[in-house]
């Protein structure tokens, strides 16, 4: 679970991020494509973020930690969703419920997670602040007015990328990568080591494993938090940061 935030500072970014999304929403093009989800238009992104935040709104607040029926999923996330001129009002809806179901949550609370750490309600609070803002990004990105993801707010959206989707195996990039790769954040400055085992990952909590002298390939990135975690999520190409070595090494870390 991250250091690096809380349930304020995440209910803070998910209440900023939404206010954001659908301004942008009301104001768009819904049949208009975005441009960083290939194939989706502006209407099935809130139709996305909408079913996203009535999935978590259903399963959350279990207590348990026993995984929901995947017919819960597939429910709240692919039935009955809104036509065009109903998917703000439904969206606001969504957005409202997830809002006010994160603010009663306990995060000590049991709560299944799909990663391998603990399953404590905490990880919905964390995970809803990251959906929302890389989908702000999104939207905002379909009319061409794109704002960074808040460096504090990006800086843990890198760590859980490393502490969360890759330990579960949710990778986009190639599974068939040796080495180490370095990744640095300029305005909030941190640094992680990643070791790459083919299917494998570790996050390391030392540098004396990047050494010239590794047999195995290594890269490095370096940039803003948010320009980090955008190409972490396949948002940005790697050409936006500051990159040295491997660069498929750098892809094998991509969860988005």
Known sequence: ???TGSKEFWLASVREDAIAFR???AEADLSAPVPTCPGWSVLDLV???GGVYRWVCIHAVRGVTDKPDPELRKTAMLENLPEADEALSWWEEQAQALTKMLEALDPQLPAWNWA????????WHRRMAHETAVHRWDIQMATGM???I???LALDGVSEVLDTWLPAGRRRGPTDRFGVVQLVTTDAPHEWFVRLRGEGVALLDTATLFADTDP???AAAVSNASDLQLALWGRVGWDTLEISGDESLLDALRTG
């Open 216 to 218: 195995a390939g290594q």
């Open 1 to 3: 679970m991250s250091t």
């Open 116 to 123: 391998p750490q603990a399953k404590l309600a905490g990880f």
């Open 23 to 25: 301004t942008v929403a």
């Open 146 to 148: 794109a704002e960074p």
């Open 47 to 49: 139709r996305h973020l």
């Open 150 to 152: 808040d460096s504090k």
